[in-house]
C-alpha cells in the first residue's frame, strides 16, 4: 500500500445490517472496503484482495470466524485482523487471540470504538512490519513472528510474541498489569493480574540469561513491570 493510497479493510459479516452500516462508516472515514457475508468468501477475498487488514466476525455460515482466521495464518499471511463477536466468553477471546488476533471487540460496540480498534492496530502493524530489532542475545523478526536466541529460533506462542512486541514497542515505560492486558490482549480481556504474572516469567524462562536476574523484562515493585533493552 503506497503512503497516499487508503487502507483496504475486509468486512467478513453475515448480519447484512452490520455489515452495511459498518461499511458506510469506514467509507466515510477514508477506507476502501472489501465485502464477504460468509468465511469461505471472507477467506477467499483474504487471499486475492491483500487487504491491508481483516474485521472478521465469529459465528458465520460455512467456515466461521476461528477456522477463517486459522487458514488465514496457516498460510502465512500476516495482515491485522480484528475479531467480531456477540460472544463474551473468555474462553473465545483466549481462543481468537491464540490463534493470532491482534484485537477483539464484542457486540454490541460502537462505530467509533472499531475505528479506533482499526487505526490502533494499522499503526501498530506499520511500525513493526518493516522493522527487526534485537536486545541480548535475542533478535525477534516482527515479519516473520520469528523470535531467536543466540541464533535458535525460540518456540512462542501467538500471546507471548504480541506481549513481547507490545513492551518493545515501548521500552522503559512503567505497565500496570491492567495496562499490559489492554495493550497487548485488548480492551475486551478478562483477564487478571495472574495472567500477565504467567506470560512474563514465560517470556524471562525463554528469553533471559539468567530468569531469576532479568535483565530486560523488569519488575516495578508495586507497580507492574517495564521492558529494558539493557
Given at each position: 500500500?503506497?503512503?497516499?493510497?487508503?487502507?483496504?479493510?475486509?468486512?467478513?459479516?453475515?448480519?447484512?445490517?452490520?455489515?452495511?452500516g459498518?461499511?458506510?462508516?469506514?467509507?466515510?472515514?477514508?477506507?476502501?472496503?472489501?465485502?464477504?457475508?460468509?468465511?469461505?468468501?471472507?477467506?477467499?477475498?483474504?487471499?486475492?484482495?491483500?487487504?491491508?487488514?481483516?474485521?472478521?466476525?465469529?459465528?458465520?455460515?460455512?467456515?466461521?470466524?476461528?477456522?477463517?482466521?486459522?487458514?488465514?495464518?496457516?498460510?502465512?499471511?500476516?495482515?491485522?485482523?480484528?475479531?467480531?463477536?456477540?460472544?463474551?466468553?473468555?474462553?473465545?477471546?483466549?481462543?481468537?487471540?491464540?490463534?493470532?488476533?491482534?484485537?477483539?471487540?464484542?457486540?454490541?460496540?460502537?462505530?467509533?470504538?472499531?475505528?479506533?480498534r482499526?487505526h490502533?492496530?494499522?499503526?501498530?502493524?506499520?511500525?513493526?512490519?518493516?522493522?527487526?530489532?534485537?536486545?541480548?542475545?535475542?533478535?525477534?523478526?516482527?515479519?516473520?513472528?520469528?523470535?531467536r536466541?543466540?541464533g535458535?529460533?525460540v518456540?512462542?506462542?501467538?500471546?507471548?510474541?504480541?506481549?513481547?512486541?507490545?513492551?518493545?514497542?515501548h521500552?522503559?515505560?512503567?505497565?500496570?498489569?491492567?495496562?499490559?492486558?489492554?495493550?497487548?490482549?485488548g480492551f475486551?480481556?478478562?483477564?487478571?493480574?495472574?495472567?500477565?504474572?504467567?506470560?512474563?516469567?514465560?517470556?524471562?524462562?525463554?528469553?533471559?540469561?539468567?530468569?531469576?536476574?532479568?535483565?530486560?523484562?523488569?519488575?516495578?515493585?508495586?507497580?507492574?513491570?517495564r521492558?529494558?533493552?539493557?
Amino acid at each position: 500500500m503506497s503512503p497516499a493510497a487508503p487502507a483496504k479493510v475486509l468486512v467478513v459479516e453475515d448480519d447484512l445490517a452490520i455489515l452495511t452500516g459498518v461499511s458506510i462508516n469506514l467509507r466515510h472515514e477514508g477506507f476502501a472496503l472489501i465485502q464477504a457475508q460468509d468465511g469461505d468468501t471472507g477467506l477467499r477475498k483474504a487471499v486475492d484482495e491483500a487487504p491491508d487488514i481483516v474485521i472478521l466476525d465469529v459465528m458465520m455460515p460455512g467456515m466461521n470466524g476461528f477456522e477463517v482466521l486459522r487458514e488465514i495464518r496457516r498460510r502465512g499471511m500476516n495482515v491485522p485482523v480484528v475479531m467480531l463477536s456477540a460472544k463474551g466468553m473468555e474462553q473465545d477471546k483466549i481462543m481468537g487471540l491464540e490463534l493470532g488476533a491482534d484485537d477483539y471487540i464484542s457486540k454490541p460496540f460502537s462505530i467509533r470504538e472499531l475505528i479506533a480498534r482499526i487505526h490502533a492496530v494499522l499503526r501498530r502493524h506499520r511500525q513493526t512490519s518493516t522493522n527487526n530489532c534485537a536486545f541480548g542475545c535475542v533478535e525477534v523478526d516482527f515479519d516473520e513472528h520469528v523470535v531467536r536466541r543466540s541464533g535458535v529460533v525460540v518456540p512462542m506462542t501467538a500471546q507471548e510474541f504480541r506481549l513481547l512486541q507490545y513492551l518493545l514497542e515501548h521500552p522503559e515505560k512503567v505497565f500496570t498489569r491492567q495496562a499490559l492486558i489492554e495493550g497487548a490482549w485488548g480492551f475486551d480481556y478478562q483477564g487478571t493480574a495472574r495472567t500477565v504474572d504467567n506470560f512474563v516469567r514465560n517470556l524471562r524462562a525463554k528469553l533471559e540469561e539468567d530468569p531469576e536476574e532479568p535483565s530486560h523484562f523488569l519488575t516495578v515493585r508495586g507497580v507492574g513491570y517495564r521492558f529494558s533493552f539493557g
